[in-house]
């Protein structure tokens, strides 16, 4: 899949309606966040659908106009850690594999960057999602720090998770 096809850009509230099943989906499976599974639609809009207010917000990646990822970005911490950019994505099943991950990150990394952030970070990168690993160690962070058994996996039980970071 090209670039071309790939369409990144802040996310509406009216595209909440195609965001949930892709939110729902990986929340349900249980094995990438930390958040429940069975996190309710309002708990997961509100998680989810940053208000754009204070170097916050959330993004959508569309192919043919259809929301096939999704994003947030944040900062990390309030006050003196706000320069530090915290982000999460998630792709629908039906298109991970096509480069919309990389896609979107690569959007969203610059926006940070532009907003005004100085680097990024991941607190909490499950260790067994080695594709999510795989990703960000290709766009330059770096494990600075992991976990042991801080993540019930459903599957696997615990097992560990990754810090990961890197300068904008």
Known sequence: MSDAEIECRPAHPADW???????????????????????????ARTMWMLPGVDRAGTYVATIGGDVVA????????????????NAGWMVAPSAAGRGVGRRLAVHVIDAARQIGFRAMQFNAVVAT?????????????DIVGTVPDAFRHPTDGLCAVHIMYREL
């Open 17 to 43: 309606p195609e965001i949930w099943p892709i939110v729902h989906s990986i929340l349900a499976a249980g094995d990438t966040y930390m958040y429940p599974p069975g996190l309710s639609e309002h708990d």
């Open 70 to 85: 999704t994003a947030y970005l944040k900062p990390n911490q309030p006050g003196q850690g706000d320069h530090v950019a």
């Open 129 to 141: 999602n080695t594709g999510a690993v795989t990703l960000w160690e290709s766009l330059g962070f």
